[in-house]
């Protein structure tokens, strides 16, 4: 178990520009969460997979934010035409569908500043 | 609107006493409530978890307490230790019937501060 993993850990980027980020997820795990945390907030839902799949997005995830995780391994987060209001703490989480009571295991984030 | 409070920003405590940590809820859907710790630089880490069954789940020197008419719940840690400082998050669910909890609704966080 070499737990969830993240990459980058730090982003700064220009207004406009598009960025993505990994999440590799502990292997065995089906379900795959992507949440935001801004300054003095908790980390906020903004989507997630089980599999490939994509069950459901918040209503926080706008269009220009895109989620995928082909093959059910890793998954990318992408958001084009970046905004100063995305700067944020981006996190990723996997669990175990079908396990009772198994609890999200979290990376270290992707810390984005948009400049 | 928010769902989870967490009233209390910060919480000192000298190391050896109990540190308690109190959140509020305002959906009577959840049905399962979380516990995450955060270091600096780190992701959240489960700590402990109940479910609105039950009224007190215990793992060690966490123990946490659910009071559903009064929409509350509370983490307790006896004895509190330096490295028990971080910040810790109140978090839930209403994914009922589920077995897997993921999709929670955090609170805003309280920083808990351990004096030696």
């Known amino acids: 178990d070499t737990g969830v993993s993240q990459n980058p850990r730090h982003k700064i980027t220009k207004r406009g520009q598009n960025v993505t980020f990994r999440c590799d997820p502990i292997s065995e795990h089906n379900r795959l969460y992507w949440y935001r945390q801004t300054l003095g907030q908790g980390p906020e839902f903004l989507t997630y997979f089980q599999n490939e799949a994509q069950l459901e997005k918040s209503r926080l995830l706008s269009d220009r934010f895109s989620a995928e995780r082909p093959k059910g391994s890793f998954s990318t987060l992408e958001i084009q035409r970046t905004e100063q209001g995305d700067s944020a703490m981006y996190l990723c989480?996997?669990?175990?569908?079908?396990?009772?009571?198994?609890?999200?295991?979290f990376g270290n984030g992707t810390r984005l500043t948009v400049t | 609107d928010q769902q989870v409070k967490q009233n209390s920003p910060s919480l000192s405590v000298q190391e050896g006493r109990i540190s308690i940590l109190n959140c509020d809820y305002t959906?009577?859907?959840?049905?399962?409530f979380l516990w995450y710790k955060k270091y600096p630089a780190e992701g959240p880490t489960f700590l402990i978890s109940?479910?609105?069954?039950?009224d007190k789940n215990e793992d060690g020197r966490f123990t946490v307490f659910l009071n559903k008419s009064a929409k509350h719940l509370s983490l307790h840690i006896v004895p509190s230790q330096p490295g028990d400082s971080a910040v810790y998050f109140c978090?839930?669910?209403?994914?009922?019937?589920?077995?897997?909890?993921?999709?929670?609704?955090f609170g805003q966080g309280t920083i808990l501060t351990v004096h030696p």
């Open positions: 109940i479910s609105s069954i039950k």
């Open positions: 989480a996997s669990s175990i569908q079908g396990v009772y009571n198994s609890p999200l295991h």
């Open positions: 959906n009577s859907m959840f049905d399962y």
């Open positions: 978090a839930a669910s209403d994914e009922a019937g589920g077995t897997s909890y993921g999709k929670l609704t």
